[in-house]
């Protein structure tokens, strides 16, 4: 591909040697600033707005990277695309693809087949540069939140850099080309204000976007490009703003500001919070920030400023990327080998992730950035600057080592599979399978007795590798979040049967699978409505409230119901628990006036990310694992309140089967409990607790 401009003088001016120097003491201590605040949120959740780091650095890439073009512009009246990707790929790839690397091969031998899988695909869209839409769409999956996090979740702003950096040479070329075209006369002032013009729509239109993206979608406004590309376009205005920022006179004005900046930056990290509505309007402040301190050294150093220029602002600055890249995955996968929260757990971890930076940036990235890899030779001529021709030998290249790298994956994927002997675990329900005989050693009835022998680790069920899969069905018939709820029904075609239903969110669901498999042999029909949010209340939260009011007019219009099930979330409801409690009352007692029996299960005791990472733990015991009794229940449940206070309701309480006198296990009757830290249950230990439901069913409609 090649492409020409005719080009005179640039008439911008960003980017000369005089206004952008080779070095930047002020850009190095804002690195270090910004890799510290990250790896301390990461590794402490302190300070509280750590992660805001990010927002410092997308500032900072939109900056370099725009008066580095800029530069190039002026000198050479154009762009050459090739060299800027050849640096670009030089400077990110080699780092990168280590740790990606290193991180996926870790992964397999620390981590559940599962999550290896999960690992690896993370892993491919990271090195893509996609793993923010990839973790965009992962974030906003329901049965994904309550997963341990991914060693290469942090790729996900390296992702939102890269493809500005795909988009925004083109885009200043474009300017130019149109400038020259059109703008003959005076071609540096068009430039000038169709540089400011696009620029300042960008952070205009992208401002407003995640401003009303993260009200609504906050997920995906974390992670989008679209809401993100603002703060990179902030730092590409004040590479644009270079020629008049540099005329700042050398008093203390140029101090002023920069401490004026670094205040903001201060009060950003330990003032916001993870509850603020992020990244607008809640990265303004940090933006802006960075802003006036890149802003206050443009053209000209500012003297004490030794918070940016001491010597270990200038270490963490230069080795910024290489720490940024190794601290996450050090600290995930650390933490499948040693208890956190515990103080060798935090010395190990910043000890490895130090030492890998140094070792990866002194003996690996920096060798490759000062050599000639990839490197060529471009000879500008006067007037034609732009110059990109990829020879077919070299798209063959890249195209062989794609599909190697695809067909490793692939096998890779295929292996996991096999090893950890999952495949769909979400598939129709078997209502033809014969029931479970009771055990009293497996599951439920299990908890407490010190007869039940204990198995070895590796024979608790489901299976270490696949208990975070293990759903049998339950949510085969599902209202994902924004979708309409949607209603099956199972068990009994008798024209006698008795007609029951179960109504919630996905912790009712995750009775299911037990309830449907014993519904033939007492002659029941259950239909479900279940889904995403759907508590059985009026009025109901979120945005399930229209569906639960729909289906609250569809049950009283039609035929009764002999029993209702339902089940909830203690953590999910109204504003508080009195008004949850009100409004299970208010739903309920509508339909009880009726003839219909309430079923209320009280909700299954809460679990912590502490238990999970426990139990999945190299070289752990995960009879070891749970949680204090006291501390899992430490969430009232407004529905036990309801069930007592509504005439024609019956509670059935599971928590005995949950949990001894004073502790809730991981694992009881050698079936692990729980799938994740959403507190849902797996559908094997649901099955032991099937026969107690079914007791309580059969009671209420007695």
């Not at 409505?529 to 409230?545: S, V």
Request: proline share 5%; with cysteine.
């Amino acid at each position: 591909m090649t492409a020409d401009i005719k080009s005179g003088s640039s008439g911008v001016g960003v980017g000369q040697a005089g206004h952008i120097s080779s070095f930047r003491p002020d850009l190095q201590g804002l690195r270090a600033v910004a890799v510290i605040a990250v790896v301390l949120d990461h590794l402490l959740d302190w300070p509280s707005g750590g992660f805001v780091g990010v927002d410092i650095f997308f500032v900072l890439s939109g900056f370099f990277i725009t008066a580095l073009l800029l530069r190039e512009l002026h000198r050479t009246g154009g762009l050459s695309f090739k060299e800027f990707y050849i640096r670009r790929a030089r400077r990110i790839l080699p780092a990168a693809l280590l740790v990606l690397l290193v991180t996926v091969t870790a992964g397999y031998i620390v981590f559940p087949a599962t999550r290896a899988k999960e690992t690896l695909v993370d892993t491919l869209w990271a090195a893509l540069f996609a793993a923010n839409w990839r973790f965009e769409r992962v974030g906003t999956d329901y049965f994904q939140e309550g997963l341990p996090p991914s060693p290469v979740q942090h790729f996900w702003s390296l992702s939102i850099e890269e493809q500005f950096y795909f988009v925004w040479p083109a885009v200043l070329l474009g300017i130019f080309v149109i400038a020259a075209k059109f703008g003959l006369r005076r071609r540096g002032v068009c430039r000038r204000y169709a540089l400011i013009g696009v620029v300042g729509a960008t952070v205009a239109v992208s401002f407003g976007w995640a401003t009303m993206q993260s009200s609504t979608e906050p997920t995906t406004a974390y992670f989008s490009t679209f809401t993100r590309v603002w703060e990179l376009s902030v730092g590409a205005a004040v590479a644009i703003a270079g020629p008049a920022l540099a005329r700042l006179p050398r008093t203390f004005i140029r101090p002023a500001i920069a401490y004026f900046g670094l205040s903001g930056l201060a009060a950003s990290l330990f003032l916001i919070t993870p509850d603020t509505q992020f990244p607008g309007p809640g990265a303004v402040v940090p933006v802006l920030s960075t802003t006036l301190v890149v802003g206050a050294f443009q053209g000209s150093s500012v003297y004490g400023m030794a918070p940016l220029t001491n010597k270990a602002a200038q270490y963490f600055g230069s080795s910024s990327y290489s720490l940024y890249l190794w601290h996450w995955p050090v600290f995930v996968l650390l933490a499948a080998i040693m208890p956190e929260q515990q103080l060798s757990y935090y010395v190990v971890a910043v000890v490895i992730a130090l030492a890998m930076s140094e070792l990866s940036f002194r003996h690996f990235e920096n060798p490759i950035h000062q050599s000639r890899w990839l490197e060529s030779e471009l000879d500008y001529s006067t007037a034609t600057v732009v110059r990109l021709r990829i020879t077919p030998k070299a798209w063959s290249l890249v195209g062989a080592l794609l599909a190697v790298a695809l067909v490793f994956s692939l096998l890779a994927i295929r292996i996991t599979d096999q090893r950890a002997g999952i495949g769909e675990t979400n598939e129709a329900l078997d209502t033809g399978r014969s029931v479970m005989e009771v055990d009293p050693c497996f599951g439920g009835p299990a908890i407490g007795s010190v007869r039940c022998p204990q198995l070895s680790p590796s024979e608790v069920t489901p299976s270490i590798d696949t208990f975070a899969k293990d759903t049998q069905g339950a949510f085969s018939c599902w209202r994902g979040e924004g979708e309409e709820i949607r209603s099956c029904t199972y068990g009994s075609t008798q024209p006698d049967a008795l007609r029951l239903a179960l109504i919630g969110d996905s912790h009712a669901a995750t009775l299911l699978p037990g309830l449907t498999r014993r519904l033939e042999e007492n002659n029941w029909s259950l239909t479900t409505y279940l889904g995403y949010g759907c508590q059985w209340q009026t009025p109901a939260p979120g945005d399930c409230n229209d569906d639960m009011q729909e289906l609250q007019s569809s049950l009283l219009a039609s035929e009764p119901y002999d029993a209702i099930v339902t089940t909830s979330g203690r953590k999910y409801g109204g504003p508080t628990e009195a008004a949850a409690e009100i409004a299970y009352q208010a739903a309920w007692s509508a339909i009880t006036a009726r003839g219909t029996k309430i079923v209320a299960v009280a909700d299954n005791p809460t679990v912590s990310a502490d238990v999970i990472a426990c139990v999945t733990r190299l070289g752990g015991d995960p009879f070891e694992c749970g949680t204090d009794r006291a501390q899992a229940l430490r969430d009232e449940d407004p529905l036990i309140a309801a069930a007592a206070k509504t005439p024609g309701a019956t509670l059935v309480d599971l928590t005995d089967s949950y949990c001894t006198a004073d502790r809730c296990p991981a694992v009881v009757g050698n079936v692990i409990v729980y799938r994740d830290t959403g507190g849902h249950v797996t559908a094997t230990f649901a099955e032991t607790l099937a026969p107690k439901l079914v007791a309580g069913i059969r009671a209420a409609l007695a």
